[in-house]
C-alpha cells in the first residue's frame, strides 16, 4: 500500500516520486511482480515517516513506466485501474501493508446515470472558470469514457473540490449516488470561483 495525500480514481493516472527507503523496497517488489499496489488517502498525518491514519477505500494503481535512478530515488508512473477496501491493516514492514478486497460498483441502472449529462457540463463550465483565473486545468474538452463508472471517477477528479470530497466521491456505493454528491457539491465550487473572478476582475 502506498498511503498519500491525494485521492486516486480508477482510469486516472498518478505519476509519483519515490524516495522514502520503505517506498523504495515497495517498488523493488511491486516491478519485481504483477506491478500493482494499493493508493490510499492518508486521513490524518504526513505522507513522509509514518504514523499516518488512512483511509479504508482505496485504488489500485499498475504501473506504466519506472525508472530508479542512480541515487535509488524512483520516477514512477501508474494508472488507477480499481476500486478496493481495506479489510485490515497489517504491520508496517517492510512498507505499509493490508489485505484487501475488490470494491467494484454495481452496474448502474438508466435511472442511475440520469446527472451524467448536469454533472458533466456543470464541471466543464467550472473548468473553463479555472482556466479564465489563469490556473493550471485539465481542458473542459476531455473527452470521458463510455463506462458511466468510469466517467464518475473522471468527473469526480476533474471537478475543483477538496480532498475530503474526492475520497468521499471514491467511496460513494453506487455512481447514482456519486452523481448526486458531485451534483450536491459543484454550485459551492462555481460560487467560490465566480467570488475569486470576481475579485480577478476589480484588480
Do not use: N
Request: net charge negative.
Amino acid at each position: 500500500m502506498f498511503p498519500l495525500g491525494s485521492v486516486l480514481f480508477p482510469s486516472l493516472v498518478l505519476p509519483l516520486h519515490v524516495f522514502e527507503d520503505r517506498y523504495r523496497r515497495l517498488m523493488h517488489d511491486v516491478t519485481a511482480d504483477d506491478g500493482e499496489f494499493g493508493v490510499c488517502l492518508i486521513e490524518r498525518g504526513s505522507e513522509v515517516g509514518g504514523g499516518d491514519v488512512r483511509c479504508g477505500v482505496g485504488t489500485v494503481a499498475t504501473v506504466q513506466e519506472a525508472a530508479e535512478l542512480p541515487d535509488g530515488r524512483w520516477a514512477v508512473v501508474t494508472v488507477g485501474v480499481r476500486r478496493i477496501r481495506v479489510v485490515e491493516w497489517l504491520p508496517d514492514d517492510p512498507y505499509p501493508r493490508a489485505e484487501v478486497e475488490d470494491h467494484p460498483d454495481p452496474t448502474p441502472t438508466e435511472a442511475e446515470t440520469e446527472l451524467l449529462g448536469a454533472v458533466t457540463a456543470s464541471v466543464h463550465l467550472a473548468l473553463d472558470k479555472v482556466a479564465s483565473l489563469g490556473a493550471s486545468a485539465t481542458s473542459s474538452t476531455t473527452d470521458l469514457a463510455d463506462d458511466p463508472v468510469l466517467a464518475s471517477y473522471q468527473l469526480s477528479a476533474l471537478a475543483p473540490l477538496s480532498i475530503i470530497d474526492q475520497q468521499r466521491l471514491l467511496s460513494a456505493p453506487t455512481v447514482g449516488l456519486r452523481l448526486a454528491d458531485l451534483h450536491e457539491m459543484l454550485p459551492e465550487a462555481h460560487q467560490m470561483l465566480d467570488l475569486r473572478l470576481g475579485e480577478s476582475g476589480r484588480g
